[in-house]
């Protein structure tokens, strides 16, 4: 009954997509224009004016509705490479930051962090057979060691393809390893005639996000000698950062393991779903880091 819910949804989803698409397009439109004119009352006083601002869609100004909702873009300055809580704030930091546009992001990433955008990617999912996965590259050369940082993007809004993905509520049984949630198994690459295979052959127009990644993270691992990598994301891509190392187990794939944490900001109600309820066969492993809404971490709060 579950999964034909499921279907049901995901059915409803690809119906009102592009009005989807165009309401979100609406809501984006104005709220970036109330806040690249400073506010609701500037705005009309440069209507008035004639100096009404406005930012393009796609823009290095133009933010998500994600992005509207906090604003905020900068590091924190009091928290510096070397510190026990730099790669958690710039998690942090970069999940937020991969529900924004390609220019937005190579604004932030360049000019602001300092760092420098390896790639920003737009991957397919042989399921839905479209582009729906997001993810970015960068790499902090002023940590020691150097830092190459993998974010993928999360829920958007307004994305009906991610929202399908979301409540694709069928399993996937890997391999020694256990079930797992159907729709963000094959937003990460699994291939509809052959599952996990341990290679594929690369097609340029059509990326898969795990193989495509990769093979990306051992040849910039190759070229930067002593770095390290971490995978990250919040919402949909905080469970594709968390299954991307299962399939590298699968793969046995053992340079590229590393160590998983969870981090769970303020009152964000997505990292704590699914609940640890026997009812939805689910549990959240790892430790558990949370930050409140003035992003100052507390350790292993159990949520």
Known sequence: MVVFFSLLLQKILILFSKKLAELGSM???????????????????N????????????????????????TRVELDSSIKPGDCRYFSSLTVMASKLSYENHAFVKTIVQD?????????????NDFQEKHTTNAFI???????????????????????????????????ELPEKGKIHGGFIKALGLQRKTGWPKDIKPDPDRPVAYYFIREQL?????????????ITGHSLGG?????????????EETRLLNRYFRFVYSNDIVTRLPTNDPNFIFKHFGT????????????????
């Open 112 to 124: 602001y962090w300092k760092m420098e955008l390896i790639g920003f990617y737009n991957f397919w």
């Open 138 to 172: 960068l790499q902090d050369k002023t940590s020691n060691p150097s830092i190459i940082l993998v974010v993928f993007r999360g829920t958007e809004m307004f994305d009906a393809n991610a929202w399908c993905t979301d409540i694709d509520l069928s399993w996937y």
């Open 47 to 70: 209507f008035y004016q004639g100096k009404v601002e406005i930012s393009k869609p796609k823009s290095e100004k133009f933010m998500s509705f994600i992005g509207q909702i906090n």
């Open 239 to 251: 469970a594709l950062a968390a299954l991307f190392p299962s399939v590298l187990a699968l793969h």
């Open 218 to 230: 051992k040849e910039l691992l190759r070229l930067n000698h002593g770095a390290k990598f971490i």
């Open 288 to 303: 558990c880091l949370y930050f409140n809404s003035c992003y100052k971490g507390k350790d292993k709060l159990q949520i």
């Open 27 to 45: 809501v984006e439109f104005y709220l970036n224009l109330i806040s690249s004119n400073g506010g609701l009352f500037m705005l009309f006083r």
